[in-house]
């Protein structure tokens, strides 16, 4: 048995398996959280296979919710599982795909602007010194062997992880994928999202807003603080205390 044909179809097969058995994010439905705000979110709808617009109240709800139908697409129209088969395509951005499926995802998440040049690796400039050619041909090979060593197929569900480097990645497949190809050390620093910087000084003044979570604070510099250390959609819902709520970090 060829186990170069074999290989690629068995990863492919265990993948799709895998996929089959995991939660993935793009199938689950539109989800408005349990708060009372309107935030403009978008959401996959996996029966229709295209990213729709809805209104989010804020808080809790699902990971099927991305701030932007661009985000929407990358992470559930664009990605898919591609085999180690390596094929490569040039990209009419100069740049050798492993194989076809590598180019469909860049052309998914460029919007169509890379299409297919022609098969097989991109051609360098014919105008180099043979110090050049060398050096280039060394390189282009280290390029290639990295990418049959680091190109692994990971499954389409977004359970995001910060990585030592500061980056947010899909999962920590991707994660590890993206480490060997450049040949980091990168780890997983904690499940979800990096978090954002949220130390910012504010004035302490008492002009009390009711937050979409149903919450009163002090002032909406002070909401704003606190929805990005909870990492949540947190708006203004009407100036003044919330009804029946206390004042949260008076």
Avoid: W
């Amino acid at each position: 048995m060829n186990l170069s044909i074999f290989f690629p179809l068995l990863v492919a097969v265990f993948a799709g398996l895998g996929e089959a058995r995991v939660l993935d994010v793009c199938r689950l439905p539109a989800d408005l959280g349990s708060c009372r705000g309107s935030l403009p979110r978008y959401y996959y709808d996996a029966k229709e296979k295209k990213c729709k617009k809805f209104a989010y109240g804020g808080c809790r709800g699902n990971t099927n919710r991305f701030l932007n139908e661009g985000e929407c697409k990358k992470a559930c129209e664009c990605n898919k599982v591609c085999t180690f088969d390596y094929k490569p395509v040039c990209g009419s951005d100069s740049v050798t795909y492993p194989n076809k499926c590598g180019l469909e995802i860049a052309t998914c998440k460029s919007g169509g602007e890379i299409s297919l040049a022609y098969e097989g690796e991109c051609r360098k400039s014919v105008f180099k010194s043979i110090a050049g050619m060398i050096h280039s041909g060394a390189t282009e090979r280290g390029r290639r062997e990295t990418e049959q060593k680091c190109d692994k197929p990971c499954i389409r569900i977004y359970l995001p992880v910060c990585g030592s480097d500061g980056h947010t990645y899909p999962n920590s497949c991707v994660m590890k994928v993206e480490a060997c190809r450049k040949n980091e050390d990168i780890s997983v620093e904690h499940k979800g999202e990096c978090k954002k910087n949220c130390d910012k000084p504010c004035l302490r003044i008492y002009q009390p807003v009711c937050g979409s979570d149903g919450h009163t604070y002090p002032n909406s510099c002070v909401m704003k603080v606190e929805a990005c250390r909870k990492n949540e959609d947190i708006s203004v819902e009407h100036k003044g205390e919330c009804n029946d709520e206390k004042p949260q970090n008076k």
